[in-house]
C-alpha cells in the first residue's frame, strides 16, 4: 500500500525509525516529533510531559487514519505492533472503531490493557510504545508502577489467568497444546509478573502457584504443555525481579511437566534467577527454614537441616535404620511427600546459600538477624560491630543487639584467615558455601595503572561450551558468540545491583574461546557508567576476579589431556604454560588446604609439597601433581602422565570444599600414585615403566 509522506512519517515517528526523532532520551519517537518537552526527561523524573501542538495535531488527524487503514486490515498482529494503533486511534479520534475491531484478534486479558490505555491521552499512550528500558536504574517494572490503573489491572490479568488455567483443568474448557493464552495475552502477564515481582505483593504466590503448575501439565496425559510461551516468559522476567516463591513455583513446574526439553530449560533459566536473588537478600531470607519434626503413626519423621538436609525416622528416643516397614505399609502418602519436602528443602537451602554467597561482596547491610537460630547462620562465620568501627568475628550468630556482617578474608589478616581455616578444618564444619578458604583478589599495580581495564585473565584460551554453562550457573549474561562477531561481553551485576562486571572474550577457533579484559560500571541516574578499576570496592573487585579466575581455571584447555600430545603447536604451547604454570588465587587456597589434609592421611609420608605441586613418592617413580591444573609430571625428566580419572581415597577424609572437584582430584591422583607398583591399568603402567 502506498502512503502519503505525511502518513509513512507518523509511521516512522510512532515506531522510532525515523533519523531525525532522537531528540530527547527514553522518550517515545513520536512525542518527540510531534510535540515540546513541558517537563521530566532529564534521568531524574519519569515519564516526562509533553503537550503536542493542537495545529499538528490537527494536521495528522487524515494521516492517522490512512495510517489505520494500513496497520488493522489483516486477520493478524499489526506490523508495528497494537500499541501503535493506538497511538494513531488518538491522534484520529477514532478509539471505538479501533477498539472494535482489535476485540476480534485478542483475547480477554490483552483486550483489557488495550481499554486501559484506551482511557489514556495519546502522550501516554505513545510512551508505552517505547517503555523506559531495563538498563535504566528505575527500569520497565517502576515504570508500569507508576503508570494510571496499572498495578490494579495487572493484578487483575493475573487472576483471569489463574481463572482460566483452572477451567482448562475442571475440563469446562478444551484442551489444545500451546493455545491457552496467545502471544498478546502472554506479553501482558509477563508484564504482570515482572510489575508483582518487583513490588513483592504478597498477593502474588497464591496467584502464580496455580498458575505456573497449570501451564506446565497438560489436562490430559499429553506430554505437550497449555503454554510453554507463558511458563518460559514467566521464568524470564523473574531473572530481574526473584523471589523465593517464584523459583518454587518454577522447580515445581519442572518436576510435574511431561515435555522432555523443559525441566532442562527452566534448569538453565533458575540458576540465573538464584544469581538473581543475592541482590535481593531482605526478599531471599523468606526460603523456608526446612527443619520438620511429624509423628506417622507410632514413628516421628524428622527432616534436619543441621549440615547435609536428611530425613530420619525415630521410635521414641532410638534412631531407626530406614522407613518403618509399618510406616511404608500404612502411610505410603505421607512417605512420598515427606520423601519430596527433602528434595525441595534441599533445593532451598541451596537457593539460600548461593544468594547470601552472591551477595558477600554488597555494599549495604541486609537484615542478616533474620537467620538467627537457623543452621545456616550457625555454620558461618559473622562480624560483628562491637564499638563503633570495630568489629569483631564469631562463628555464628552469637553477639547480640550489634550490626552484623558476613565475614571476608579480604578484611581479615593473615593471622586472622590462616586461625579460621583451621577452626573449619578442625571441627569438620561444611560450610554453605565456601567462606574460610575464600581466595582473595586485590588489586595490582599494574591495573592501578592500567586504568580502567584488567589483563590478568587476558589471552587464556577457555574451551567455549564450558564457559557458556559456567557464565550461566554463575549468573552472568553473554550472547552466543558466532564468526560474524569479533568480541563479546559476559556481564554479571553485583552488589546489591549497584555494579556491574564485564569480560570481554571472542572465538577462538569453532569450540574454543580467548579472554580479554575485565572492566566494571556502576549504576547512576542515567544508566551504566564504566569506572576506573581504582574505584571498584575491594569485595566487589575480588568477587568478581574470583568468578573469572573459576572460567579459567574450569574451562581452560590447560586441564585437557588431549592439547598435551595433539592439536596445533600454538594450543600445545598455551596448554603446557597453563597445565604447569604459576599458580592462581584459588589454587594456592587449595595448596592450603593439602597441606592441612595430606598430614592425616597414610601416605602423608610419601608426600612433600612445593609452590606449585603436590610431590608423591612411589615405589617406582616420583610425581608431581599440580595443583592446579592437577596434571602429573613423572621425575626425573618432567614426563608428562596422563591420568584421565583417578580412583577414591583409600580413606574418607573431610573436605573444607568441594567447589571445582580439583582437590578432591589430586588427592585421588595422590593416593594412586604412592601406591604406584598397585596400579593396573595399562595405559598408565605403560607410561609409568615406559
Request: contains cysteine.
Given at each position: 500500500?502506498?502512503?502519503?509522506?505525511?502518513?509513512?512519517?507518523?509511521?516512522?515517528?510512532?515506531?522510532?525509525?525515523?533519523?531525525?526523532?532522537?531528540?530527547?532520551?527514553?522518550?517515545?519517537?513520536?512525542?518527540?516529533?510531534?510535540?515540546?518537552?513541558?517537563?521530566?526527561?532529564?534521568?531524574?523524573?519519569?515519564?516526562?510531559?509533553?503537550?503536542?501542538?493542537?495545529?499538528?495535531?490537527?494536521?495528522?488527524?487524515?494521516?492517522?487514519?490512512?495510517?489505520?487503514?494500513?496497520?488493522?486490515?489483516?486477520?493478524?498482529?499489526?506490523?508495528?505492533?497494537?500499541?501503535?494503533?493506538?497511538?494513531?486511534?488518538?491522534?484520529?479520534?477514532?478509539?471505538?472503531?479501533?477498539?472494535?475491531?482489535?476485540?476480534?484478534?485478542?483475547?480477554?486479558?490483552?483486550?483489557?490493557?488495550?481499554?486501559?490505555?484506551?482511557?489514556?491521552?495519546?502522550?501516554?499512550?505513545?510512551?508505552?510504545?517505547?517503555?523506559?528500558?531495563?538498563?535504566?536504574?528505575?527500569?520497565?517494572?517502576?515504570?508500569?508502577?507508576?503508570?494510571?490503573?496499572?498495578?490494579?489491572?495487572?493484578?487483575?490479568?493475573?487472576?483471569?489467568?489463574?481463572?482460566?488455567?483452572?477451567?482448562?483443568?475442571a475440563g469446562e474448557t478444551p484442551y489444545r497444546a500451546e493455545e491457552a493464552f496467545d502471544r498478546a495475552e502472554t506479553s501482558v502477564l509477563g508484564r504482570a509478573v515482572r510489575l508483582a515481582l518487583f513490588r513483592d505483593d504478597d498477593r502474588l504466590p497464591g496467584l502464580l502457584d496455580p498458575l505456573v503448575r497449570g501451564i506446565a501439565v497438560a489436562p490430559t496425559q499429553a506430554?505437550?504443555?497449555?503454554?510453554?510461551?507463558?511458563?518460559?516468559?514467566?521464568?524470564?522476567?523473574?531473572?530481574?525481579?526473584?523471589?523465593?516463591?517464584?523459583?518454587?513455583?518454577?522447580?515445581?513446574?519442572?518436576?510435574?511437566?511431561?515435555?522432555?526439553?523443559?525441566?532442562?530449560?527452566?534448569?538453565?533459566?533458575?540458576?540465573?534467577?538464584?544469581?538473581?536473588?543475592?541482590?535481593?537478600?531482605?526478599?531471599?531470607?523468606?526460603?523456608?527454614?526446612?527443619?520438620?519434626?511429624?509423628?506417622?503413626?507410632?514413628?516421628?519423621?524428622?527432616?534436619?537441616?543441621?549440615?547435609?538436609?536428611?530425613?530420619?525416622?525415630?521410635?521414641?528416643?532410638?534412631?531407626?535404620?530406614?522407613?518403618?516397614?509399618?510406616?511404608?505399609?500404612?502411610?505410603?502418602?505421607?512417605?512420598?511427600?515427606?520423601?519430596?519436602?527433602?528434595?525441595?528443602?534441599?533445593?532451598?537451602?541451596?537457593?539460600?546459600?548461593?544468594?547470601?554467597?552472591?551477595?558477600?561482596?554488597?555494599?549495604?547491610?541486609?537484615?542478616?538477624?533474620?537467620?538467627?537460630?537457623?543452621?545456616?547462620?550457625?555454620?558461618?562465620?559473622?562480624?560483628?560491630?562491637?564499638?563503633?568501627?570495630?568489629?569483631?568475628?564469631?562463628?555464628?550468630?552469637?553477639?547480640?543487639d550489634a550490626r552484623v556482617r558476613l565475614w571476608h578474608p579480604a578484611r581479615a589478616t593473615v593471622e586472622e584467615v590462616r586461625a579460621w581455616r583451621e577452626v573449619v578444618q578442625d571441627k569438620e564444619l561444611r560450610q554453605p558455601f565456601k567462606q574460610a578458604f575464600r581466595e582473595v583478589y586485590l588489586l595490582t599495580p599494574a591495573e592501578e595503572a592500567a586504568g580502567v581495564g584488567?589483563?590478568?585473565?587476558?589471552?587464556?584460551?577457555?574451551?567455549?561450551?564450558?564457559?557458556?554453562?559456567?557464565?550461566?550457573?554463575?549468573?552472568?549474561?553473554?550472547?552466543?558468540?558466532?564468526?560474524?562477531?569479533?568480541?563479546?561481553?559476559?556481564?554479571?551485576?553485583?552488589?546489591?545491583?549497584?555494579?556491574?562486571?564485564?569480560?570481554?572474550?571472542?572465538?577462538?577457533?569453532?569450540?574454543?574461546?580467548?579472554?580479554?579484559?575485565?572492566?566494571?560500571?556502576?549504576?547512576?541516574?542515567?544508566?551504566?557508567?564504566?569506572?576506573?578499576?581504582?574505584?571498584?570496592?575491594?569485595?566487589?573487585?575480588?568477587?568478581?576476579?574470583?568468578?573469572?579466575?573459576?572460567?579459567?581455571?574450569?574451562?581452560?584447555?590447560?586441564?585437557?589431556?588431549?592439547?598435551?600430545?595433539?592439536?596445533?603447536?600454538?594450543?600445545?604451547?598455551?596448554?603446557?604454560?597453563?597445565?604447569?604454570?604459576?599458580?592462581?588465587?584459588?589454587?594456592?587456597?587449595?595448596?592450603?588446604?593439602?597441606?592441612?589434609?595430606?598430614?592425616?592421611?597414610?601416605?602423608?609420608?610419601?608426600?612433600?609439597?612445593?609452590?606449585?605441586?603436590?610431590?608423591?613418592?612411589?615405589?617406582?617413580?616420583?610425581?608431581?601433581?599440580?595443583?592446579?591444573?592437577?596434571?602429573?609430571?613423572?621425575?626425573?625428566?618432567?614426563?608428562?602422565?596422563?591420568?584421565?580419572?583417578?580412583?577414591?581415597?583409600?580413606?574418607?577424609?573431610?573436605?573444607?570444599?568441594?567447589?571445582?572437584?580439583?582437590?578432591?582430584?589430586?588427592?585421588?591422583?595422590?593416593?594412586?600414585?604412592?601406591?604406584?607398583?598397585?596400579?593396573?591399568?595399562?595405559?598408565?603402567?605403560?607410561?609409568?615403566?615406559?
Open positions: 500500500m502506498e502512503f502519503s509522506p505525511l502518513a509513512r512519517r507518523l509511521l516512522a515517528l510512532i515506531t522510532g525509525t525515523a533519523d531525525d526523532a532522537s531528540y530527547w532520551p527514553h522518550v517515545s519517537q513520536l512525542t518527540v516529533g510531534l510535540g515540546t518537552p513541558v517537563g521530566g526527561g532529564d534521568g531524574d523524573s519519569w515519564p516526562p510531559r509533553f503537550e503536542i501542538d493542537e495545529r499538528m495535531r490537527q494536521r495528522v488527524v487524515e494521516p492517522a487514519r490512512e495510517l489505520i487503514g494500513f496497520l488493522l486490515p489483516a486477520d493478524r498482529e499489526p506490523p508495528h505492533g497494537r500499541f501503535c494503533v493506538l497511538v494513531a486511534a488518538g491522534l484520529a479520534g477514532m478509539d471505538t472503531e479501533v477498539r472494535a475491531m482489535l476485540a476480534e484478534r485478542y483475547g480477554p486479558i490483552a483486550l483489557a490493557e488495550i481499554d486501559l490505555l484506551l482511557g489514556w491521552d495519546v502522550e501516554r499512550r505513545a510512551l508505552f510504545v517505547v517503555p523506559r528500558p531495563d538498563g535504566h536504574p528505575s527500569g520497565v517494572a517502576e515504570w508500569l508502577a507508576g503508570l494510571p490503573g496499572y498495578p490494579a489491572f495487572a493484578h487483575a490479568a493475573l487472576e483471569s489467568a489463574v481463572a482460566r488455567v483452572e477451567a482448562l483443568h506430554r505437550t504443555l497449555p503454554s510453554q510461551r507463558l511458563l518460559f516468559e514467566i521464568a524470564r522476567v523473574a531473572e530481574a525481579h526473584p523471589t523465593p516463591e517464584v523459583i518454587s513455583a518454577l522447580r515445581a513446574a519442572g518436576r510435574i511437566t511431561r515435555h522432555g526439553g523443559v525441566p532442562g530449560q527452566l534448569d538453565r533459566s533458575l540458576k540465573r534467577i538464584e544469581a538473581a536473588l543475592a541482590n535481593r537478600l531482605e526478599v531471599a531470607f523468606r526460603v523456608p527454614d526446612g527443619r520438620v519434626r511429624q509423628a506417622v503413626g507410632d514413628h516421628t519423621a524428622v527432616i534436619s537441616t543441621d549440615g547435609e538436609v536428611e530425613l530420619s525416622w525415630w521410635q521414641g528416643d532410638k534412631r531407626l535404620r530406614s522407613v518403618p516397614a509399618a510406616v511404608r505399609r500404612e502411610h505410603p502418602d505421607e512417605v512420598k511427600r515427606l520423601r519430596e519436602l527433602v528434595r525441595q528443602t534441599r533445593q532451598q537451602q541451596a537457593t539460600l546459600a548461593r544468594a547470601l554467597e552472591a551477595g558477600i561482596g554488597g555494599e549495604t547491610d541486609p537484615p542478616y538477624r533474620r537467620l538467627a537460630g537457623r543452621p545456616v547462620a550457625d555454620r558461618l562465620i559473622w562480624e560483628f560491630e562491637v564499638s563503633p568501627g570495630v568489629w569483631r568475628a564469631e562463628l555464628g550468630m552469637g553477639v547480640p584488567s589483563a590478568r585473565f587476558d589471552g587464556h584460551v577457555l574451551r567455549y561450551r564450558t564457559l557458556r554453562a559456567l557464565f550461566k550457573e554463575r549468573g552472568w549474561a553473554a550472547e552466543f558468540q558466532g564468526h560474524w562477531e569479533t568480541d563479546g561481553h559476559a556481564r554479571r551485576v553485583m552488589a546489591g545491583g549497584g555494579w556491574r562486571v564485564a569480560l570481554s572474550h571472542g572465538l577462538y577457533d569453532e569450540e574454543h574461546a580467548v579472554t580479554g579484559l575485565v572492566q566494571f560500571e556502576r549504576r547512576t541516574e542515567d544508566g551504566w557508567r564504566p569506572v576506573s578499576l581504582t574505584e571498584v570496592p575491594p569485595l566487589v573487585f575480588s568477587e568478581a576476579m574470583r568468578d573469572v579466575d573459576l572460567f579459567v581455571a574450569v574451562a581452560s584447555i590447560a586441564v585437557d589431556p588431549r592439547f598435551a600430545e595433539a592439536g596445533p603447536d600454538a594450543l600445545r604451547d598455551t596448554w603446557r604454560s597453563g597445565a604447569f604454570g604459576a599458580l592462581p588465587p584459588s589454587a594456592e587456597v587449595r595448596r592450603d588446604a593439602l597441606a592441612r589434609l595430606i598430614g592425616r592421611t597414610a601416605i602423608a609420608g610419601r608426600c612433600t609439597m612445593t609452590d606449585r605441586f603436590l610431590v608423591v613418592r612411589g615405589d617406582l617413580r616420583t610425581y608431581k601433581i599440580h595443583l592446579g591444573s592437577a596434571n602429573v609430571l613423572m621425575e626425573p625428566n618432567d614426563a608428562y602422565l596422563c591420568i584421565v580419572t583417578g580412583r577414591e581415597p583409600g580413606t574418607r577424609l573431610f573436605l573444607p570444599f568441594e567447589e571445582d572437584g580439583q582437590l578432591a582430584l589430586i588427592l585421588s591422583k595422590a593416593f594412586l600414585l604412592a601406591d604406584d607398583t598397585a596400579i593396573t591399568d595399562p595405559s598408565i603402567t605403560h607410561q609409568i615403566r615406559g
